[in-house]
């Protein structure tokens, strides 16, 4: 079945389930130069009156390279049976592998980015705010030793949804 392009309004979906515990794509470039990474983080919901994606990514993540240099991101929820690949593309950099064409997924080019025929829903966004998490920011400071004993903190960022692709 082929993606279709859906209203973001008409859409009904547990944001905890689905990034929490079924994990998402998180992607950008063009089909030419493109990596992703899997995310279990992030948000999805309403600011500035706009509907929005908050994605984390930390700094050492190759990922971060394609989402700082371009306009756009892609977040997408691949259908079931797919853990083993979400699982690799989690572990693995795309500096040591061609995640594109190693991942057995099949890339769709969507406005703004890439996406895959295995998704079951794919968020196209327009970055619109980048903030890095420095330690100084943290309130609850257990945070920092359970997430960042390393060192290794994340930059948010938001993005608006322009376009919402459904497997049809």
């Not at 196209?124 to 359970?146: G, H, T, W």
């Amino acid at each position: 079945m082929a993606l279709q392009k859906v209203d973001v309004n008409t859409l009904s979906f547990n944001p905890f389930q689905m990034i929490g515990k079924q994990w998402a794509l998180l992607g950008a470039g063009d089909a030419d130069k493109f990596n992703m990474m899997t995310v279990s983080w992030g948000g999805v919901g309403v600011l500035w009156t706009r509907p929005t994606v908050s994605v984390y990514v930390r700094e050492s993540r190759y990922t971060k390279t394609f989402i700082d240099n371009g306009d756009t991101f892609v977040l997408t929820f691949l259908e079931d049976g797919h853990r083993d690949v979400l699982n690799t593309l989690g572990s693995k950099s795309g500096r040591d592998m061609d995640k594109m064409h190693d991942s057995g997924l099949t890339p769709v080019a969507v406005e703004g980015g890439v996406t895959f025929a295995e998704a079951e829903l794919a968020f196209v966004c327009r970055k619109l705010y980048a903030l890095d998490m420095p330690a100084e920011n943290f309130i609850c400071k257990d945070i920092l030793s359970q997430h960042y004993a390393n060192g290794d903190y994340h930059t948010m960022y938001v993005g608006e949804i322009i376009g919402v692709y459904k497997k049809a």
